[in-house]
């Protein structure tokens, strides 16, 4: 599956973007979906995680209650809502596919995906 990701950009805290990942390939009801990102220095950590069904996902807690992630299965595409946006959410965000057995299961770690976007940049100003 080829992902491309889109929607980042330069926002001032306190805003929103909404990230969008459009999936090609095989059928995206197979994957289960992430959003990754990584600050420069640091290492890739889990932003949010989807089901293959999206009727079950997780979220870093730095995240609750602020990001939203979702999909649609009619659209491939996966979107991750990031409102209130802080400086220390400035990163290269990536989505990422895993080939999935079961329709409800999300998953978290890096190591658990088999395809990557390209990634798009956020930056948040103080």
């Known amino acids: 599956v080829q992902l491309v990701e889109s929607g980042g950009g330069l926002v001032q805290a306190g805003g929103s973007l909404r990230l969008s990942c459009a999936a090609s390939?095989?059928?995206?009801?197979?994957?289960?979906m992430g959003w990754f990102r990584q600050a420069p220095g640091k290492e890739r950590e889990v932003v949010a995680s989807?089901?293959?069904?999206?009727?079950?996902?997780d979220y870093r807690d730095s995240v609750k209650g602020r990001f939203t992630i979702s999909r649609d299965n009619n659209k491939d595409t996966v979107y991750l809502q990031m409102n209130s946006l802080k400086p220390e959410d400035t990163a290269v965000y990536y989505c990422?596919?895993?080939?999935?057995?079961?329709?409800?299961?999300?998953?978290?770690?890096?190591?658990?995906?088999?395809?990557w976007g390209q990634g798009t940049q956020v930056t948040v100003s103080s």
């Open positions: 390939g095989r059928p995206f009801s197979d994957y289960a």
């Open positions: 990422a596919a895993k080939e999935a057995p079961y329709r409800t299961t999300y998953y978290n770690g890096v190591q658990s995906y088999h395809y």
């Open positions: 989807i089901s293959r069904s999206g009727g079950n996902s």
